[in-house]
C-alpha cells in the first residue's frame, strides 16, 4: 500500500511539472511575428533572432544570414516558402531545405543554416 502512495504521489509530481512547463511555454510565446522569419544562433530558439521580412528582403536572391551568425532554430512566420542552406551561397552541393510559410517551427535544424531564399509562391 504504502508503494502505490508513493508511486501516485510521483505520478502526479510529474504531471503538475509537466502542466506547468505547458503552462509556462504558453505564457511566453516566442518573439516571432507574422510577416517574419525569425532565425537563432543557438538551437530552441534561444538568444537574440535575426528577423528577416518582406519589405527588407529580396525575393528569390540568395541572402546570407547576418556576419558571425549561424542559425541552428528558425520560424517561418511568412507567407512565402523559405529555402534554408548550409553555404552562405545558397549552393546546392551543401545541404539545403524548403519549409513552407505561415508558422513553420524549428527548433533544431538538420545542419547549420548560413543563407536563406525567400521564394514568390
Not at 527588407?56 to 523559405?82: H, W, Y
Not at 542552406?85 to 510559410?101: I, K, L, M, N, V
Amino acid at each position: 500500500m504504502h508503494v502505490l502512495i508513493r508511486a501516485a504521489l510521483a505520478a502526479l509530481l510529474a504531471l503538475s511539472t509537466v502542466l506547468g512547463l505547458s503552462t509556462l511555454a504558453a505564457a511566453d510565446p516566442l518573439p516571432c511575428d507574422s510577416g517574419e522569419l525569425c532565425l537563432w544562433s543557438e538551437a530552441s530558439f534561444v538568444g537574440a533572432p535575426a528577423v528577416m521580412s518582406l519589405s527588407d528582403t529580396t525575393q528569390e536572391e540568395c541572402v546570407p544570414l547576418p556576419e558571425g551568425m549561424d542559425a541552428r532554430s528558425f520560424i517561418n512566420q511568412l507567407s512565402k516558402p523559405v529555402t534554408v542552406y548550409q553555404s552562405t551561397e545558397c549552393a546546392t552541393e551543401g545541404e539545403f531545405d524548403t519549409y513552407p510559410g505561415r508558422g513553420t517551427y524549428v527548433p533544431a535544424s538538420p545542419f547549420v543554416v548560413r543563407a536563406v531564399q525567400i521564394w514568390f509562391t
